[in-house]
């Protein structure tokens, strides 16, 4: 008896001890990753006044396909202006394409923040992804338009790497059910996109909504090379 009791005092011991580790393991990581969002926090809410790209946006869905040349700048006012410079494929999904950046213009005109920060968003640790690069998941608080439920994966100083997940609402009536990846650079010190692909239903506008289900995917890419940042020239003119 005397033999199973210390055993047990030794096992509860034991337990004690693991949980305590645990413990002490889970608040040193949620710790690390207050300071990470801290870093991230700051570089996303630098200010973005202007930019210059071009873009090659291509577009895919039932069976049709698309692509699209674009100059795209950004000027103080959140004021967006683009000039398509080439173009070739199927009109529909041409359209599809100048319905996103009519829709982009007129989003930036709007007063509104889609930001990943504390006002949008609840920020949860997830096993790191590879390395250094952490992985946060992240729900928004309102369904608000370009806000996803997914994660965003970041830099050993807090630098936004990529994102991936679902958008809370959909963007147009036709498209739907859109998953987001982005992929990030820090250019001029301000986190930009320099690959966005989109994955949805595209949805005809003459089509039935009682075979919306039975709809393929359609996807969207968008590769942006940028030419001045914040007034800083960080490539070739256009």
């Known amino acids: 008896t005397s033999t199973g009791e210390t055993m047990k005092r030794t096992l509860l011991a034991a337990l004690a001890a693991v949980i305590l580790l645990s413990s ?74 100048t319905e996103y950046l009519d829709g982009e213009k007129a989003a930036l005109s709007k007063e509104g923040d889609a930001s990943f920060n504390e006002r949008n968003y609840r920020f949860q640790s997830s096993p790191s992804a590879s390395g250094e690069i952490q992985k946060v998941a992240v729900k928004p608080h309102k369904d608000k338009d370009y806000l996803i439920e997914g994660d965003i994966y970041l830099g050993p100083e807090g630098q ?27 250019i001029a010190g301000v986190q930009m996109p320099v690959k966005v692909e989109y994955i949805g239903k595209l949805v005809p506008s003459d089509a039935l909504l009682v075979f919306y289900w039975l709809l393929p995917h359609g996807t969207m890419t968008i590769e942006s090379k940028y030419h001045s940042v914040n007034y800083v020239k960080v490539g070739a003119p256009p």
């Open 160 to 186: 936004l790497v990529r994102t991936d997940g679902k958008l809370v609402k959909n963007p147009t009536s036709t498209l739907r059910n859109v998953k987001i990846k982005k992929e990030y650079a820090t």
């Open 24 to 97: 002490r393991s889970a608040g040193q990581s949620q710790n690390n990753l207050q300071e990470l969002l801290k870093k991230f926090f700051y570089a996303e809410a630098l200010p973005l006044w202007e930019y210059t790209a071009t873009r090659r946006m291509t577009g895919s869905g039932m069976t049709r396909n698309a692509r699209m040349d674009v100059r795209v700048t950004l000027s103080e006012g959140n004021i967006f202006t683009y000039d398509i410079t080439g173009e070739e494929g199927d009109n529909f999904v041409i359209n599809k394409l």
